[in-house]
């Protein structure tokens, strides 16, 4: 099988730079081992796939018919072969991470500034969703781990990391400023700005779960949009403290006289699968 791959990948690579020299240079090979490895495929499946000319090299009818099929193929297989480098090497590879904003914003540059101290060539990706998306890419391989609340999906394994405590933001100069802690019934006696995207919002879940209705005046999925709604005395609301860490807004923060939060953790289909790289990273972990 490896010994064909390469015959499709001089194929690919030979029509894609037009010159049986120029795949020979790219590929590391001679050109008359380009050469040879075509027709060794000419003859196995008995179909002409190049015609050569004195305008150069084109596909023949038949190799325009099945080519896309041979690029899909190689390009399958250089992917595969990216992922076990990334499985087993530390000067390079890619780690994917599924999150939130908060920690998009507050955690993960500084784990990922120590880390390139030591590992300068690993690069990232970070996708930024809510918690239902971070869970598919989670469940679906799209991201090797995820930063999530806890609890999630049963067959997850999963690390507590931080209880993010749920504070009550207000304008300065408001009537509830005076409260060390707020009562939560003191909370339905005005406008409520909610954080919510697609009905999925922790403040809500909270509101359930204690029975309270809220007077919710404006619903929107952006914290800093709440925090400049409150700021202009549009409404009160209840956010996560690490949304409102190193925040430009003028506005006030407490505690419920009950306090409430939301658990933050790691969450991995399997940490025994992840690459190298990947686990190495988790050890960074308490450089948030």
Request: hydrophobic letters at 40%.
């Amino acid at each position: 099988m490896e010994t064909n791959i390469q015959k499709y990948l001089a194929l690919v690579k030979t029509v894609e730079l037009g010159s049986f020299t120029k795949a020979a240079n790219a590929l590391n090979y001679s050109q008359s081992g380009i050469s040879r490895m075509i027709n060794d495929l000419e003859k196995e499946s008995g179909v002409n796939l190049l015609e050569r000319n004195r305008n150069g090299l084109n596909l023949t009818s038949d190799g325009m018919n099945i080519f896309p099929f041979i690029q899909n193929m190689v390009n399958e297989y250089l992917l595969l072969q990216r992922r076990m480098d990334e499985l087993t090497d530390l000067d390079t590879g890619i780690i994917r991470i599924g999150t939130f904003s908060s920690v998009a914003t507050h955690w993960i540059p500084k784990m990922i500034q120590q880390f390139q101290k030591r590992y300068p060539n690993i690069e990232f990706e970070l996708l930024l969703g809510d918690y239902t998306e971070i869970e598919m890419w989670i469940n679906e391989g799209r991201v090797d781990f995820g930063f999530l609340r806890l609890p999630t999906i049963s067959h997850f394994q999963t690390k507590f990391l931080e209880q993010d405590e749920l504070l009550v933001v207000l304008p300065e100069n408001h009537y509830l400023t005076k409260y060390d802690k707020i009562p939560l019934n003191e909370l339905s006696h005005f406008p409520f700005v909610l954080l919510e995207k697609e009905k999925n919002s922790d403040i809500l879940e909270l509101f359930e779960q204690l029975n309270f209705i809220p007077a919710i005046q404006f619903r929107t999925w952006d914290d800093y949009a709440v925090m400049s709604m409150v700021e202009s005395n549009l409404g009160i609301s209840i956010l996560p403290e690490l949304i409102l860490k190193r925040i430009a807004y003028n506005i006030v923060t407490k505690s419920l006289d009950i306090p409430q939060y939301r658990k933050i953790g790691l969450v991995y289909r399997n940490k025994e699968t992840l690459s190298l790289a990947t686990k190495e990273f988790l050890k960074f972990i308490d450089y948030r």
